[in-house]
Structure formats: C-alpha cells, structure tokens
C-alpha cells in the first residue's frame, strides 16, 4: 500500500492510498479473476484523542473488480 497525505488539518486528514493484490477468491459477488488489481481510496479521517474517530472512504475497488472480469474474458 502507498500512502499520499494531501491534506492535513487540526484533528482532521485527506489521504490517498494505493492498493495491489491479486484477486484469488470470490469477494462481494466477484468470482477469482487471479489477476492482479490496482485500486485506490480516496480517505478523509477525523482524529480524537489521537485515534481515528470517523473515517469516509471513496473507492474504485468496484470499477476494478468489473475491470479484470472483461480482462479474463
């Protein structure tokens, strides 16, 4: 995983985060492709007490997933 900080603020961050992995098994209705996916998230996280308190998350895990289905075909 690689991490970007894009923002940072008082008790608050903006971040990206790249993920890599090979698509072995059935996830969320998704057959095994075993290809590889790249997909990134898109993070803000509120911190309280210097833990994570809240956190949303915009993913493209989904796009890829449908992605590597049209690759396998």
Known sequence: M???ILLEG????AWQRT?????????KGF?????????????TSQFRDGL?????VISDL????LLS???KA
Do not use: N
């Open 2 to 4: 690689d991490i970007d």
């Open 10 to 13: 008082e008790g608050r961050i």
């Open 19 to 27: 993920l890599r992995a090979t698509h072995k098994d059935k996830f």
């Open 31 to 43: 057959p095994a492709s075993d290809l590889k996916i790249v997909w990134r998230d898109m993070v």
């Open 52 to 56: 994570i308190a809240e956190e949303w």
């Open 62 to 65: 989904a796009e890829q997933l």
């Open 69 to 71: 289905r049209k690759r």
